[in-house]
């Protein structure tokens, strides 16, 4: 997501966390796998599930087009690095085609 952040930094591409740990628990987990770069909030886990429907998987990533319709949504638990790449790539492909 940094790498995705420092590319479309000068673009209309803005990248949101949302967690549903508080912000101890965040806050340790950037201390040992470094910080994410883009917008971050915390909301409760009962709110996702009642309010938005993420039931399962964690975390959700979702990608809206420049009038906020989601036009994709996956989840994928601790991707490793082969899945960061296959992620970034789709992620870039997706702002790209929606820019």
Do not use: R
């Amino acid at each position: 997501i940094n790498q995705l952040n420092h590319l479309y930094e000068n673009k209309k591409a803005k990248f949101l966390a949302i967690s549903f740990n508080d912000k101890n628990t965040i806050n340790e987990f950037s201390k040992k796998h470094g910080t994410f770069e883009s917008l971050q909030t915390s909301i409760e886990q009962k709110t996702l599930e009642e309010k938005f429907c993420v039931l399962d998987g964690y975390p959700l990533n979702l990608v809206l087009d420049k009038n906020g319709i989601v036009i994709d949504a996956w989840y994928e638990e601790n991707p490793d690095s082969t899945m960061q790449d296959a992620f970034y790539k789709k992620v870039k492909k997706l702002i790209d085609e929606n820019l």
